[in-house]
């Protein structure tokens, strides 16, 4: 669907149910996942997921949806967007 403001951003939201799976809409990029840590690009900025046994169960980029499950520890959002130095790496702009 066509968005007749000019803008492309998706709404972001996350769900989480018991602290064993979530959805999160919004998302742009999976940029790295494992068992302890999963790194998503949404539309709100860097999201870094922590926890146990963590599985990425479903992947839909084209509507920007992604469900975890696993034990989720925490959500830390990083707001690289605004830190301007495009050459810089990935960590670096993250742990500012």
């Known amino acids: ?17 018991n602290r064993r799976s979530c959805m999160i809409n919004g998302v742009n ?5 494992d068992i302890h840590e999963i790194l998503l690009e949404t539309e709100q900025g860097m999201l870094m997921i922590k926890g146990d046994d963590l599985h990425v169960s479903r992947l839909t980029l084209d509507k920007g949806e992604v469900d975890i499950d696993g034990k989720i520890d925490s959500f830390t959002y990083s707001d690289v967007a605004n830190s301007g130095h495009k050459n810089e790496s990935l960590l670096t702009r993250l742990f500012r």
């Open 29 to 33: 990029d999976v940029l790295s996942f």
């Open 1 to 17: 669907m066509e968005d007749l403001n000019g803008s492309s951003t998706r709404a972001h939201k996350v769900t989480m149910t």
